[in-house]
């Protein structure tokens, strides 16, 4: 079974600076995808970034960018100019890359991170 | 796109009583899931429906929890004799054949 860990309970981060958020998981498959998901508080999960394992290159999404270190197992969110509307919930969560069998695309996720941004 | 709704935002009912919920999905969307999460925690996998199928069930749903996806389209989950242990946060989520799932604004059950 595939874990995913996040130590990081809380963070924070000035307006404007840039915070790195971690994230390793274990598994024994080779294919697989990566995401980070955000969730403010009292809304709804939305996607930040998705990293599909095979791909070499670090996904970026405007100011998100992943550190994805796929023999470290290790899978990280850098944020750029961070801005207030970043304070939520950070998941980072991990999904087998084959649909079907056991698995049918369903997630695991990581404890979550709290993301405080101060003005 | 109306995006995943769910009903009800909140729930608080007594120990013993049976709570019904329910997910409309982006209509679309053949594949649905249902996860709960406890304050702090991530979201853990409860259950996965193709269409009308139920394919997969994690063991965290105890007999006491029931989930149907009539026809495919909008999903119901029932716990009958709730549990103060049953107190989350019951989110649904859809996806067609993209890897990328989309979450509803859940279900917050509180059990007293």
């Known amino acids: 079974a595939q874990t995913v860990t996040q130590s990081q309970p809380e963070m924070s981060v000035q307006e404007a600076e840039t915070v790195t958020l971690s994230c390793t998981y274990d598994?024994?498959?080779?294919?697989?995808?990566l995401f980070w998901y955000k969730q403010p508080p009292s809304r709804q999960m939305i996607l930040v970034i998705r990293?599909?394992?095979?791909?070499?290159q670090n996904a970026t999404e405007n100011r998100f960018s992943v550190n994805f270190q796929k023999a470290a197992k290790s899978f990280s969110l850098k944020i750029s100019d961070s801005q207030l509307g970043d304070a939520a919930m950070y998941f980072c969560a991990y999904r087998s890359y084959n649909a079907g069998g056991t698995s049918y695309g369903k997630l695991t996720f990581g404890q979550g991170t709290i993301l405080t941004v101060h003005p | 796109d109306t995006g995943v709704s769910q009903n009800p935002r909140h729930k608080i009912t007594k120990r013993g009583q049976n709570v019904t919920f329910r997910c409309d999905p982006i209509s679309e969307h053949n594949r649905l899931y249902w996860y709960r999460q406890t304050l702090g925690q991530g979201p853990e996998f409860l259950t996965y429906?193709?269409?009308?199928?139920?394919?997969?069930k994690s063991r965290l749903l105890s007999d006491r929890f029931s989930a149907e996806r009539p026809k495919g389209s909008f999903s119901t989950l029932e716990i009958q004799r709730t549990e103060q242990g049953d107190s989350a946060m019951y989110l649904c989520?859809?996806?067609?054949?993209?890897?990328?799932?989309?979450f509803g604004p859940g279900t917050r059950l509180t059990v007293l």
């Open positions: 990293q599909e394992a095979y791909k070499q």
């Open positions: 429906f193709q269409n009308e199928a139920q394919l997969e």
């Open positions: 989520a859809s996806r067609q054949t993209g890897p990328e799932q989309f």
């Open positions: 598994t024994s498959e080779s294919d697989y995808y």
